[in-house]
Every structure is written in structure tokens, then in C-alpha cells.
């Protein structure tokens, strides 16, 4: 119901706005024939443009996260209602892709994006076949590549038809986000890390995210530890993000007799997840393999395969009794239908499209439809000020028009005002965040050096010496981020080491690691055992190079992946508090521009005795791209700038904080200095922070710039119009005072006219506010 409330809605608000927008070109072209300024009509106009274009092409993003061998590919699959997206095992999503809607009779294509590229290639053009093969080819050479420093792409756009978008054109611009998953070539720790910095951006920047977990190993510790990792310390994240977060419990196919019923594997689940911190999860029980072949089928576009597929697996449980007692089995497409219904994707779908609509859908449509109601009551305004204009008389008109100067000057005072406070507390808020990368870096470093110290310890106390708890805080007071991240075997560090490392005083209170480099080195036999007397406990003495490579290669592997994890947790609490901390300067902004553009309106309607509207400043939501995706831009700038080539791995690691281990040959025996290794470790943290320190601050602090001169545009333009107009109409009173009632008549004419548009603008608010969600 939802979803047809908001294409009626969507319909309506573009007709209005595009009628509203002729009736402009009409007063504007009248003007012009006039000889008049209309820049401040244009001005108008442009708003509108913007705001029902922002309106057609909305974006709508859904991301789809999963652990290996969840069928995610095959759940995509469904929703797109055609097998374009690789589903083997060995494939996997290596790089984020996005599958853009287009309309039907468009012809699908696969394109590829590169870093430093400012055009994608396209990889294959034509039916969803075609597509699949050429897009499995080219993920395995992206996995195969021979040199590991090859250029991989940034991300895949997929444009085809989605079937669930087919009747919804109002959601033109959906788009599902593929997240890229884990990769055979790296160990299953880095599958946590992974999965944990997709899901975040991805509860960031989606409009809905959709965890999907195999019916079979829902209950896998790469599971746990990948929910555990999101929900620890963001409770009030969880309880926002409430309603938009949606578990498919995919494969249910695949339960046999002794398995439990659906129903209480989906009650068990529903508990784990509230313990994990979701609140009132919303499970769906799925077989996205029938829904597909199912969708396939009803289009005529199932492969003999696939319809073999669809008969072996599903069709017998549609099977029906003749009146001779036989099992018949109804041929495949004639059972398809109800096959879809029955397969769950259709419940998701309808619950994705009614939170889109429920939130940003809804909040477009009011942002768009305020921004078409301040154009209408604009133009009402410029129109009272001209017949006011003319009724005045010349000498009264001449004294309103010095006087408006001195209060527009007076407003410009007010206005440098604010700017100065608001570029005050953007100076505070930048020194914060700056602060935050140092005092996280110290931690680091802080807690790399601890456990190096405690390796000499141990040797120094001949291993008598008690080990503290690997799973205790270090700071202490604070609830442990990371909870279970990383295991033995733990992978490189990501890319977002090296693109965005982010700090916050909060987090850096709170690192803890699951397993000691102590623990680590011991179990794989690289602790030799106490040193000799007065020897340096932190030089490690091995008989054979073997050895000494291989403390390189185990320090490397238990370093990287935690700080790795560290920095994610750092961005996506920094972005945060980021975008709220922007959200508060704007309310600021928009409050005290508000008042100084409500003085000035006041005064113009008791000194013209006219009907003066309010010119509200507006930073509607459609305007605002968000920091995630101005912290990707800023780095494509960098960079372009610098032609940097960046040491790469399957699109989300970089073997940033691997460092060479220093090891000294000494009459045969190799002697690793864990303080020189120590070092150069915080060597690397440094020089990630001083690459990286301050980037958010910066996108942050441009984009508060970016809002400050918006609103200043804004009543800018307001207090500019005014004073063309008076001056304009001053000027012409003096060369055409017998004309001044003709004028007013065709004045009022033009006025009655966009009354009619302000009762439709009216009206259609009072519709839109009746299904306002709450």
C-alpha cells in the first residue's frame, strides 16, 4: 500500500513542479519582453530543475553482505530476476558492484572502474549470459593475476533490469550494492575484517542492508565473530538503523526431516542476533535457488538446465493427486508463479521497498516538494513587492528603497557575524579530530610495544612469568569493540589503511587483541627459550635463516590485521560523529541566517504594506552526498594529483604495515632485534598518520564551508531580488507613471495565477503528510 501511496505521491509532486515551472518560463519570458533583470527568476527556476531531477534520479541503495557460500550471489540473482551474477564458489565478489536498474529494452552491460581512471571500460554488452561469462573470465584473472602489485579495478557497475523495480518507476534509482565478501587467497580471519568494513559502510551509506546467512552455518564462528564485531559499543547505531537491517536465512531448501521446523531455526536465530544487539531482528526464511529458476521460468528465459534444476529440486512438492490416486506433477510453468511466492523473495523485496519508501523515499518527496513550495511563495513575494512597487507613490517608493540599502548592509554585518562564529567552532571541531589520530596512533604504538615487551619479559623470566589476559582492555573502563575479530592466520591490512585511517579519542581507549604475539610466536615454535646470561632479551638468536625469515613473516601476520581492524572501527566512529557534528553546524547556520532573513522580511512587509513569505533556508537531504562518498572523492584527487601506485590485493588489502623484520647474521647465528622491529612497525603507523591525519577533518571542514555559503546564497539571493526590484520599478515609475495601472492589473492576473499553483502545493502536502510514517 506503501509503495502506491508514494508512485502517486511521486507523480503528482513531478506534475506540479513541472507546471509550476512552465508557469515561470511564462512570467519570466513577459518580463524579458520588458526589457527587465529576471536573474532572480531564473534563479528559481533552477531550483526547481534541481529539485525534480534530484527527484527522478534518486539513488536508492540496498547493500547485500554475506559470509562465504551464503548463496549470496544467487539471492542477487533472484531479485534481479536473471542469472547474470557468477554464483561458483571460486568466484566470489572480489570488488564492490553495484547492480543499477534500468528500464526494460535497455541493453545491459558490465562496466569496470579503475583507480586513476576517470571513464570505465566495459567488460561485456548484451544478455545476462553473455554477461556472467565475461564477467567469471575476468574475475579470475583479477584472481589470478601473476604480479601482486597489478592494477585491480575499484568496482564493477552491472546496468540491467531488476524485475522487482518493473512496476515502480518512482524507484528508478535502486540500486544493489554487492559487497565484496572473502577471498580464497586469504586467510579466514581477513574474512572478519572484511565483511565487518563492508557492513559498516554499508550501515552508513544504504538504505536497507540485508545479511544473508546459510540455513546450513548460520551458527559458523565466522558469523559470530563478523556480528560481534559490528554490534559491540554501537547500540545506539543498532537502535537507529532499526527497521532497515534485514536477516535472509537463505537455502531453506536444503532442511531435511531431522532438521528442526523453519520456524523455530528462525526463533533460535532471532535470539542469537538480539544477544548479538539487534533489536528485534527481522528474519526471512528463503530459497533464493527456487526463486530464481522460478523468475526464470515465468519469463521464458530458463535454460533447459535450468528447468531440469527447478523440476529436480522443487517441483515435487507441488505435486497433486489425481482421482486414480497418482502423484502428477504440474509442468514447470504452470507452477511457477506460486514457486516465487513460496520462495520468500517476494515478502523481501516488498519489506525492502516499504522501508525505502518509509524513509528516504518519503523524505525525498517532502525535501523536494518544500523546495517547490519556497520557489511558489518566492515568486508570490517578488510579485506583492512589484504591486506594491507601483501603488506606492515615487517620492515614498524612493525614501523604502535608501532605506532597504541600510538594512541590506545591516544584514550583511549580521551575517559575517555568524560566518566568524561558525568558522570558530569549525576550528575547534578540526583541532579535535586531529587530536583523535594522534592520540590513536600513540595507542598503537602503545599497544605493538607492549606486546614486544612482552615477549622479553617472558624470556627474562625463564617463562616462569605469568601471561596477563590476551582478552583484557587495555585502557580499562571501556566495553571491548572488537570482542572475538581475529584468529590465528589473521590477513594483511586493508586498503583503508591506506586511504583513510581515522582516529577518535573514544576508541583508542579500547584496544584488546584475542590472542598475545607472545602466544602466537610460541605455538609456532619461535621462541627459543630463555637467553643467555646478561644477553639482550629482546634479541632472538636462531641457528638457521629459516627461522629468522619466518619471525618476520608471523610479527607481520599478527600486526597488520589489528591495526587493520583498529582503523575501521576508528573511521566509521569518526565518520560519525562527523556527520552529526555537521548536522549540528547546519542547524546553527540554518537558525541564525533564518532569523537575520525573517528581520528583513518583517521590515519589507510593514514598510511596503504587502504580504511578505518568509524565504526559508534549506539544506534539503538530496543535496548532501554524505562523508563517506566525499572522503572516496577527496582520495581520487589525491590521488590524480600524486599518480601514486598502491601495492594492492583482491580491491580491500594492502600490505601497508608490513615492515622488514631486521635480522643480523653473527657467526652463524641470525639475531632478530624485536626494538628495531618495534620501531619500524611505529614507523609505519607514523607514516600512515601523517599521509592520512586530518582527512575527514578536512572533508568535514569543506563541507561546512559548502553549507555556510549555501545559506548565504540563499539570503543572498533573497536580499539581492529586493533591491533590483524596488530600484527596477523606481526606475521605470519615473519613465512610465501612466502605465502603473496596467501593470498592476497584469500583476494581479499573474498572481491569481500561481495562487492556483500554491492550493496544489497545499493540497498535495495534506496528501503527502496523511501517510507521513511515524
Sequence with gaps: MLSQHFQQAHAEIVTVGENLLQFLKEFRQQRLTEGDDTQSLENVESDIVKAIKALKAQKYEVAVVAPMKAGKSTFLNAIIGADVLASESAACTICRTDVQHISQGSTPSLLEYKQDRTHPSVVSEGN??????????????????????????????????????????????????????????????????????????????????????????YKDNAVDELFASITKNRQELLQESKGRIYFILNQVDLKSEKDPEISETIRQLKQDLDRFGFPDPVVFPVSALQGLLAKLIQQDRATEKQVKDFKKFFSAQYSEENEDGDMIIPAPKKIASQAVRDSGILDVQEAVFQTIVQTAGWNLLSDVLSQLDRSAKSTETTLNVQIAGWQLKVDELREKVDEYKKRRASARDKIDVVRAAVSAQKDRLMEGFGAGVDTFAEAAKEKIQEQIDLIAETRSSGGAKQLPNSDTNLFGGDENFWGRLFREGVGIAGELLELIPQAGRQLSKAFRVSV???????????????????????????????????????????????????????????????????????????????????????????????????????????????????????????????????????????????????????????????????????????????????????????????????????????????????????????????????????????????????????????????????
Design 516 to 774: 598475545s604475539l607472545f602466544e602466537r610466536m610460541n605455538g609456532d615454535g619461535l621462541i627459543p627459550g630463555s637467553p643467555r646470561e646478561n644477553s639482550d632479551p629482546y634479541i632472538i638468536e636462531y641457528s638457521n635463516k629459516a627461522d629468522a625469515q619466518r619471525i618476520a613473516l608471523t610479527i607481520n601476520d599478527y600486526c597488520a590485521p589489528y591495526i587493520q581492524s583498529w582503523w575501521v572501527d576508528v573511521q566509521d566512529r569518526l565518520i560519525r560523529q562527523g556527520e552529526k557534528t555537521r548536522e549540528n553546524l547546519v542547524i546553527k547556520i540554518q537558525n541564525d541566517i533564518q532569523g537575520i532573513s525573517d528581520e528583513l522580511s518583517e521590515y519589507l512587509g510593514e514598510s511596503l504594506q504587502a504580504k511578505i513569505n518568509i524565504n526559508p533556508i534549506q539544506f534539503p537531504e538530496f543535496e548532501f552526498q554524505g562523508l563517506d562518498e566525499m572522503i572516496f572523492k577527496q582520495q581520487e584527487i589525491i590521488q590524480k594529483a600524486t599518480k601514486r601506485e598502491k601495492r594492492t590485493k583482491c580491491c580491500s588489502s594492502n600490505e601497508v604495515y608490513y615492515v622488514d623484520v631486521p635480522f643480523e647474521e653473527k657467526d652463524t647465528v641470525f639475531a632478530v632485534d624485536l626494538r628495531e622491529t618495534a620501531e619500524k612497525i611505529k614507523v609505519k603507523i607514523n607514516e600512515q598518520v601523517e599521509r592520512n591525519k586530518g582527512l575527514l577533518a578536512r572533508v568535514v571542514q569543506k563541507q561546512v564551508d559548502a553549507d555556510f555559503a549555501n545559506a548565504e546564497k540563499q539570503i543572498s539571493e533573497y536580499m539581492s531580488k529586493f533591491q533590483i526590484e524596488l530600484e527596477r520599478i523606481l526606475s521605470e515609475r519615473d519613465k512610465k507613471q501612466e502605465e502603473a495601472p496596467l501593470m498592476i492589473e497584469l500583476l494581479k492576473g499573474y498572481s491569481q495565477r500561481l495562487e492556483r499553483h500554491l492550493q496544489t502545493l497545499n493540497q498535495t502536502r495534506v496528501t503527502l503528510d496523511e501517510w507521513k510514517p511515524r
Design 128 to 217: 545476462a549470459t553473455e554477461i556472467q561469462e565475461k564477467f567469471l573470465e575476468r574475475t579470475r584473472q583479477i584472481r589470478d593475476r601473476k604480479r601482486p602489485d597489478e592494477r585491480i579495478p575499484e568496482r564493477f557497475k552491472l546496468k540491467h533490469p531488476i524485475e522487482a523495480i518493473g512496476d515502480l518507476p518512482s524507484l528508478s534509482g535502486f540500486t544493489l550494492i554487492d559487497t565484496p565478501g572473502p577471498n580464497e587467497w586469504e586467510s579466514a580471519s581477513s574474512e572478519v575484517s572484511t565483511l565487518k568494513q563492508a557492513s559498516l559502510e554499508a550501515l552508513r551509506t544504504c538504505k536497507a542492508v540485508l545479511f544473508v546467512l546459510n540455513y546450513r552455518s
